[in-house]
């Protein structure tokens, strides 16, 4: 398993590559929930699936892609778009779009994890996803990061109370399907770097 270290170290790396203009696309940057992730894919198998949003760097690597590979990728622009069968993961640039996805592979069987953020945690999509998943006692786990922002403005004032049960790794117990649920705060503006890069 890697380290919060290794992790921030390596989207520093790529920040560096976006800030020299050397990223042809848009780049979301994880950080600031390096501990919880380190601690929910302690309990993520290889061979389940991980379904990704279009912040995935982290995903990625706990979930065994290579380093060198996955740096290659994002630069060759595919930030948003990182999808390794072989690996049993897949993103989407669409809020929710791994969501049907990640429902469909945990009814062919597959144990699977589905990551979201709090802004799609509140979508019509999320909600038909828990459902159809409550009523087939789908394999799969929904993994809500709170960053307490939709986009750029806070959640509970673009949506209202949103809140949910929430539950820690500690907690589950087996019943499918589960949502997990946890806060952290971004170091990393929504996408992007601080300053303006020009190609």
Not at 35 to 61: G, K, M
Not at 72 to 88: F, Q, R, T, V, W
Not at 114 to 127: E, L, Q, V, W, Y
Not at 167 to 183: A, F, H, K, M, W
Request: proline share 5%; hydrophobic share 35%; with cysteine.
């Amino acid at each position: 398993m890697l380290t919060a270290k290794e992790l921030i170290d390596f989207e520093t790396e790529v920040a560096g590559h976006f800030a020299a203009a050397e990223i042809r696309s848009p780049v979301h940057f994880s950080g600031g929930n390096e501990a919880q992730l380190i601690e929910i894919f302690e309990q993520i198998h290889p061979d389940d699936y991980v379904c990704s949003t279009w912040r995935n760097h982290y995903h990625a690597l706990l979930h065994g892609i290579p380093r060198e590979r996955l740096l290659a990728d994002i630069l060759a622009g595919k930030s948003m778009n990182l999808n390794y069968p072989e690996y049993h993961f897949l993103t989407s640039a669409i809020v929710g779009g791994t969501l049907p996805i990640a429902c469909g592979l945990a009814a062919a069987g597959q144990r699977t994890w589905c990551f979201i953020g709090d802004m799609c945690a509140s979508t019509g999509a999320f909600h038909d996803a828990v459902q159809y998943a409550t009523g087939h006692s789908l394999p799969i786990t929904f993994v809500i990061e709170d960053n307490g922002l939709a986009t750029n403005t806070p959640t509970q004032q673009t949506w209202g109370d949103t809140s949910c049960k929430k539950t820690t790794c500690s907690e589950v117990d087996g019943t499918n399907p589960v949502i997990l649920s946890y806060q952290y705060q971004r170091t990393y503006p929504h996408v992007g770097l601080t300053q303006r890069v020009e190609f």
